[in-house]
């Protein structure tokens, strides 16, 4: 059994930072890409970020989010700086991870973290 654990969302105002980890724990033989994605209200889940062969970002988010990821710690980290109101959503990490050697890869999903930009 594979679980993503999400932490660090909360209440900021404009122009603050906060910063998000997702940890895997579980039967974990190897994780290739970790992303994070979030969903704001009426909205559809978008991708905001992702670790993979390359990193890349949402246009919406370039030069103000960072992830980072520690393969020993199976953890995935996002700094986000000059927050704004538009940034407010849920935010979930995606793994994409294998439980054993040879095996399929599957998407296991956190169960999100709410992020709210106001004053």
């Known amino acids: 059994q594979v679980q993503l654990v999400e932490s660090g969302g909360g209440l900021v105002q404009p122009g603050g930072s906060l910063r998000l980890s997702c940890t895997a724990s579980?039967?974990?033989?190897?994780?290739?890409?970790m992303s994070w994605y979030r969903q704001a209200p009426g909205r559809e889940r978008e991708l905001v970020a992702e670790s993979g062969g390359s990193t890349n970002y949402a246009d919406s988010v370039r030069g103000r989010f960072t992830i980072t990821r520690d393969n020993a710690k199976k953890t995935l980290y996002m700094q986000m700086n000059n927050l704004q109101p538009e940034d407010t959503a849920v935010y979930y990490c995606?793994?994409?991870?294998?439980?054993?050697?040879?095996?399929?890869?599957?998407?296991?999903w956190g169960q999100g973290t709410q992020v709210t930009v106001s004053t």
């Open positions: 579980g039967n974990i033989f190897s994780i290739s890409v």
């Open positions: 995606k793994f994409a991870a294998q439980t054993r050697s040879w095996g399929p890869w599957i998407a296991y």
